[in-house]
């Protein structure tokens, strides 16, 4: 079983911009597919962007296509979320989920282990 901390959640403006961190802890990052999710109150968390075990294959949902980028570094066992052009529609707790299996974890919504998030708040 595998530690994952998420960094980087706050309060900002709309247009502004944050960059979410997930450190993964207990073995190697590259051994893992890794998805962030954003959870609202009361409902299971959606798939904002996923990153296969190499990197070349990458999804965003439609709405944040253009706006964020996601990258791991293996390096440093973190993978990150860029968030540009933020809006008030993108506030909520975002964690990151891990799995071997990046079919599991980058289309079916399933993981064997996620962090316990962090708040992103968009809003004047």
């Known amino acids: 079983q595998v530690q994952l901390v998420e960094s980087g959640g706050g309060l900002v403006q709309p247009g502004g911009s944050l960059r979410l961190a997930c450190t993964l802890s207990g073995d190697i990052l590259e051994k893992y597919a890794i998805g962030w999710f954003r959870q609202d109150p009361g409902k299971d968390g959606e798939r904002v962007s996923c990153?296969?075990?190499?990197?070349?294959?990458?999804y965003h949902k439609p709405s944040v296509k253009d706006r964020f980028t996601i990258s791991r570094d293996n390096a440093k066992n973190t993978v990150y979320l860029q968030m540009n052009s933020l809006k008030p529609e993108d506030t909520g707790m975002y964690f990151c989920?891990?799995?071997?299996?990046?079919?599991?974890?980058?289309?079916?919504?399933?993981?064997?282990?996620r962090g316990q998030g962090t708040q992103v708040t968009v809003s004047s």
């Open positions: 990153i296969d075990h190499t990197g070349n294959d990458i």
């Open positions: 989920a891990a799995d071997a299996n990046s079919l599991r974890v980058c289309t079916l919504d399933l993981y064997d282990d």
